[in-house]
């Protein structure tokens, strides 16, 4: 199997993929995942792919508001494309072995999302670049994260290196050569969507 890791990026095996995909009952993850099931409502999108999908928690959450779109979603993990998989039995969600590098599937997206793992990639600027060939004429991709500047007490502490700053996000954007959309910030998420 190919390693689709770069060497600076954290790892999912089958013990820190399991434990992650408990973390998907949390409070503060749930809040999240309305965060985004809410802010891709009013979209008129045909397919989504989502980028670093861990235990397919978005594709399921879109699969059950959307369900006659195209939902497609990568991850680096075999372990997590396994629970992604487990979990979604019957919902018609592609999930395939992947990263924000490496998409195997060969067809355009009129979103392309990423929840909590833009802060993972160690070429952020060369995967924008190749994601935005996989965007169809009008579509975006749409980074969120947990907004770095909101995160307060012990959470500071322990989500300080799985969060972005509004400032890094537009940089790493606009160096890509990708135009900005939007920026919402709220309830201490953060999402910026960019466009070619």
């Known amino acids: 199997m190919e390693d689709l890791y770069l060497e600076n990026e954290e790892r999912f095996g089958p013990v820190t ?5 408990l973390c ?3 409070s503060r993850m749930g809040k999240l995942y309305k965060f985004v099931g809410d802010d ?6 045909k397919s989504v792919l989502d980028v670093g999908t861990g235990p397919g928690d978005i594709p399921i959450l ?6 006659s779109r195209g939902i497609y979603a990568v991850d680096p993990s075999g372990p ?3 629970i992604s998989k487990r979990r979604s039995k019957g919902l018609g969600i592609h999930f395939a072995l992947g990263s924000s590098r490496s998409v195997p599937f060969k067809r355009k997206f009129d979103l392309i999302i990423s929840t909590l793992s833009f802060h993972h990639w160690g070429e952020r600027e060369r995967s ?5 060939g996989f965007l169809s004429k ?8 947990f907004e770095r500047r909101e995160l307060r007490g012990i959470s500071r502490y322990f989500a300080s290196a799985h969060s972005a700053a509004k400032e890094e996000m537009v940089s790493i954007a606009r160096v890509s050569g990708l135009k900005i959309a939007g920026i919402l910030q709220k309830d201490g998420y953060i999402r910026i969507s960019m466009k070619r």
């Open 24 to 26: 998907s009952g949390l």
């Open 17 to 21: 993929s399991f434990l992650y995909s």
């Open 128 to 132: 924008l670049r190749y994601l935005a």
């Open 40 to 45: 891709v409502k009013g979209i008129g999108w």
């Open 62 to 67: 879109l699969s059950k508001s959307f369900k």
């Open 80 to 82: 997590m494309i396994n």
């Open 138 to 145: 009008n579509g975006q991709i749409r980074i969120y994260e």
